[in-house]
């Protein structure tokens, strides 16, 4: 038990430390906040690579954990056109094996159901122990749960691991995005908050990969081995995790800002001016302490926040209305179009590989065309090119016309392309942007768990409406889809804001001033003027 004396001395510690502090922010307060607001709107990208290199790497390292979250729900979807799983795991039809749709159904939900409670639940430990704490924890326990899903041998042993895995594996894409948006400057935000796109591509293109290699085994390792694989990602993180820099906002939030402007320190070039960084994030702090924007989950949806909530939900759940989920059966699909297994397998390694080049050249998009433009324009594209594959399906005699089978497959393809060039990276970017400082991992956390909501519906849906044994729809989910994303165009034409360049305080008055969304791109601020909230 501590002493008297002891407890004399750290009282004396702990008053001196929040004496320095206090006396800290009102030296960072005074105009250095303006100061770095404009050094921000001038600082160009190749300038921003050379001031924030580490920045950007913690960025990436974030990011991983989301690689880990794609891989396992693709690995799944894959693991239906498997020869072997379906052997062991399905029962004969029309003489061949296939996995019942009741059980792909429970299998496919047990990963968004725990992306569903994993995300609400993810908000509660980031805000309490931070980000970095709270992605070394998530990275431990997925460890051990590989276990399970490693040594099943039953549908019933494989769904436990899968709605286990899944509730930690909802909490990292509500991690990555909060963590990448609050280290890195304006000129990065938005190839580094796409970037978790491409983290999405890589986990879903390995595990059509690793598929596609062990697929031709005719033992239990055919699918045990892409299982194993998950591991590396663990070896991987877990060693970098001690030297990881926490989130300066998060411990700015915490009134530890000696810690915050050492993480700072740790995140830029040594010709950065952390203070006046650090005055940036107390100042916007501030700012959205006056809108009263709240810090709880309650405050998500309060009038202040809604508009904001409103345009994060809608832009995540477009993922999955226009049609992403169709990503994860893609193998399967091919196959049940009319493709030969390995030529499915190959389909669906391309299919992602295009995912992979098209987030690559969303990077340029994003340097010279807004958020808005880039958004609403791939929507588009994607709603025409779900009808079409509506109508191929629609041609007489379609089971003996091989071409058409093809042409499918291929405008397949090109929509993956075009999702990972335009909604699939530019939705993570407005995502972060749009949401508060205060609540982003809790916005984050909502809008991934109404995300998974839907999620869980079609993947209810979706086996009944592709299975040869029901509704077998084949390519005419095009039209269902279609429909879907033609609804969403016209919401996100009329909701979704030009964020391009703005810093988080400008979006905090913007979005208290009620600019209109058209409006959004054009509104110019005075600087001197507007470094309050107006009466």
Not at 1 to 25: H, L
Not at 51 to 73: E, H, N, Q, R, T
Not at 221 to 237: M, N, T
Request: proline share 4%; with cysteine; hydrophobic share 45%.
């Amino acid at each position: 038990m501590a002493s008297q004396g002891d407890r004399n001395v750290n009282a004396e510690t702990a008053f001196a430390k929040s004496t320095v502090e206090t006396v800290f922010e009102r030296e960072c307060e005074t105009g250095s906040a303006a100061i770095f607001n404009q050094k921000e709107h001038e600082l160009d990208f190749r300038t921003a690579i050379l001031l924030y290199p580490k920045a950007i790497g913690w960025s990436i390292f974030f990011s991983l954990g989301v690689i880990m979250l794609a891989f396992d729900p693709q690995l799944l979807g894959n693991l239906y056109a498997l020869p072997k799983f379906q052997q062991d795991f399905g029962y004969q039809y029309n003489g061949s094996y296939i996995i019942s749709a009741p059980w792909q159904t429970g299998l496919s939900m047990g990963n968004p159901v725990g992306q569903c409670l994993g995300a609400l639940f993810a908000g509660l430990p980031m805000e309490r122990y931070g980000r970095k704490r709270t992605f070394a924890c998530c990275v431990i326990i997925t460890a051990c749960i590989i276990f399970i899903q490693f040594f099943a041998r039953s549908l019933s042993v494989l769904l436990a691991g899968e709605l286990l895995g899944g509730l930690i594996l909802g909490i990292y894409v509500v991690i990555a995005p909060a963590y990448v948006s609050e280290v890195c400057p304006t000129a990065l935000r938005g190839i580094l908050t796409s970037y978790i796109n491409l983290c999405f591509v890589i986990g879903q293109l390995l595990a059509n990969g690793v598929t596609a290699g062990t697929s031709k085994r005719d033992d239990h390792w055919a699918y045990s081995i892409p299982f194993a694989l998950q591991w590396f990602w663990i070896l991987v993180i877990l060693p970098g995790m001690p030297f990881a820099p926490e989130s300066p906002w998060w411990l700015q939030r915490r009134g530890m800002l000696l810690e915050a402007e050492a993480s700072l320190r740790r995140l830029a070039a040594p010709s950065v001016d952390v203070k006046a960084a650090l005055a940036q994030i107390i100042e916007t702090d501030r700012l959205e302490q006056e809108m009263e924007a709240g810090s709880t989950y309650r405050d998500v949806f309060r009038q202040v926040n809604w508009r904001r909530t409103e345009i994060s939900i809608g832009v995540y759940s477009i993922q999955v209305l226009s049609g992403i989920y169709l990503i994860n059966y893609g193998t399967y699909f091919f196959q049940q179009a009319g493709l030969h297994t390995e030529q499915a397998f190959n389909m669906g390694i391309g299919f992602l590989a295009l995912g992979f080049l098209g987030t690559l050249l969303s990077w340029m998009l994003l340097q010279h065309l807004g958020r808005r433009t880039i958004y609403n324009t791939g929507l588009a594209i994607l709603t025409i090119l779900q009808f079409i594959i509506g109508v191929l399906d629609c041609v007489p005699n379609y089971k003996s016309q091989n071409a058409t089978t093809w042409a499918q497959s291929s405008l397949m393809l090109v929509w993956n392309f075009v999702y990972d060039m335009t909604i699939g990276p530019v939705c993570f970017v407005i995502l972060c942007e749009c949401s508060a400082t205060k609540v982003r991992a809790k916005t984050i956390a909502v809008s991934t768990a109404i995300q998974a909501i839907l999620g869980i519906i079609m993947t209810v849906a979706i086996p009944y409406l592709i299975n040869p044994d029901q509704a077998d729809l084949r390519g005419k989910l095009g039209f269902f889809f279609g429909g879907l994303a033609c609804v969403s165009l016209i919401w996100s034409f009329e909701r979704v804001p030009e964020t391009r360049g703005r810093t988080y305080e400008e979006l905090d008055i913007m979005f208290e001033r009620r600019i209109r969304t058209r409006d959004f791109g054009g509104y110019r601020l005075n600087h001197a003027m507007d470094a309050s909230l107006p009466s």
